[in-house]
């Protein structure tokens, strides 16, 4: 490899290397590495959060690496709790089954189709035993798992943690058993696993896998890690200008992050507007552009990402009304609260959003904003309901 090739991947989008020496080595050898992430089809949706380890897979794929995605079909039974304090609902084979599926067609918008792997769980979980299971849980003791973050502080807290969550671990280890992984990709919140996996191998007699350990990204509230649950996410398959106008709304400190781990702007011209920003002598609205920009050019193409910045400059910058508007048939209007018609109308996500919306004058019908929670029926055919900046519909009446 190049010196520019090395450094995209060992440093870009990097936070740790588990051991970074023998990756090198690895990388070295020219050997054809197995390159192993997983993901729990939990929902339907991939993230942007999602697409940062899925850039590293096809960064790895470009020189010759051989990608493996393991859809966590038994794993997303059980729930990963990932720092959660409560235990994650257990999903039906049904459930999981549509959300691989949709999982397959996003990921495949980053990641070379032809050049990937793609194995279900339950390919060796099928006909595991109970002889099995007793097997892979004598591995390890229960304070090993007991030592991972989140399991430990639900522990002293006297938070329930079943038994099925203690397997999680073991479960994602045994992949790397499976499919022989040489390499294994996850977020810090997934560390703890992934060097579960490297002692798995060790102790039954194969070489430790690499952990490449990536950064999680925060989400649009700019605290908190993107997740769909707390609805700060930008989806992978959000329509161009939700992407673009999500992106907007990000805080200023996620300019950096999201450039380093989800674009391929040179890192010199992402150091200079980290330079500009901390020194307080360039516009972060501009670098922000930028950057919705480049992620609706990768995910759709160069054209859309044009219209979807001219969409924003007239509709959020100059509050001009798109000549496009989606419309909305609201077919029963009687003693509904206008708070219900947005949340049926997808301009908000639940009620108390749609109340608090109301609440802060972030709601208009035809420029004017409502301050009260109106009747749905006081809704006329063709009037313009806005909630928010970018969020904006016609309504229909039936006649």
Not at 268 to 283: A, D, F, H, L, V
Not at 287 to 301: H, S
Request: proline share 4%; net charge neutral.
């Amino acid at each position: 490899m190049d010196k520019q090739t090395q450094n995209l991947i060992l440093k870009r989008g990097v936070v740790e290397i588990i051991v970074q020496a023998e990756f090198e080595k690895l990388l070295e050898s020219g050997r054809t590495l197995r390159v192993k992430m997983g993901f729990d089809p939990s929902a339907p949706d991939l993230t942007l959060g999602h697409a940062v380890g899925l850039r590293k897979l096809r960064q790895l794929q470009e020189i010759g690496h051989q990608v493996i995605i393991i859809v966590g079909d038994w794993t997303a039974r059980i729930g990963d709790p990932s720092g959660r304090s409560t235990t994650r609902p257990m999903l039906t084979s049904d459930q999981v089954q549509q959300n691989a599926e949709t999982y397959l067609s996003q990921l495949f918008k980053i990641v070379e189709r032809s050049k990937t792997e793609v194995r279900m769980q339950t390919d060796w979980f099928g006909p595991f035993n109970l002889d099995d299971v007793v097997k892979l849980t004598s591995k390890f003791t229960v304070a090993q798992l007991l030592a991972r973050e989140d399991f430990a502080k639900r522990f002293t807290e006297n938070h329930p943690i079943s038994l099925t969550e203690l397997l999680y671990p073991l479960l994602q280890a045994y992949d790397s058993i499976a499919i022989q992984a040489d390499v294994e990709l996850g977020g810090t919140d997934q560390k703890f696993n992934l060097l579960v996996g490297r002692e798995l191998q060790q102790a039954m007699g194969y070489k430790p896998q690499q952990c490449i350990i990536m950064p999680l990204l925060v989400g649009t509230d700019g605290t908190q890690k993107m997740s769909k649950s707390l609805n700060n996410y930008i989806a992978i398959e959000d329509i161009p200008t939700d992407m673009y106008g999500k992106t907007m709304s990000l805080p200023d400190s996620s300019i950096i992050p999201y450039f380093e781990t989800l674009t391929d702007v040179p890192n010199k011209e992402i150091y200079e507007m980290s330079q500009s920003i901390n020194q307080e002598n360039g516009n972060p609205m501009e670098f922000k552009k930028r950057l919705a920009w480049e992620l609706v050019r990768q995910f759709y193409d160069h054209q859309t990402a044009i219209n979807a910045e001219v969409h924003f400059e007239s509709t959020v910058q100059r509050g001009e009304i798109p000549e496009q508007i989606s419309s909305f048939k609201l077919k029963s209007a009687s003693n509904k609260k206008l708070a219900s018609v947005l949340v049926e109308a997808k301009l908000a996500t639940s009620h108390s959003e749609a109340k608090r919306l109301i609440t802060q004058n972030g709601v208009s019908v035809n420029g004017n904003p409502v301050s009260d929670n109106i009747l749905a029926e006081n809704l006329s055919n063709g009037d313009i309901l806005r909630a928010g900046r970018r969020r904006i519909i016609r309504i229909e009446r039936p006649e």
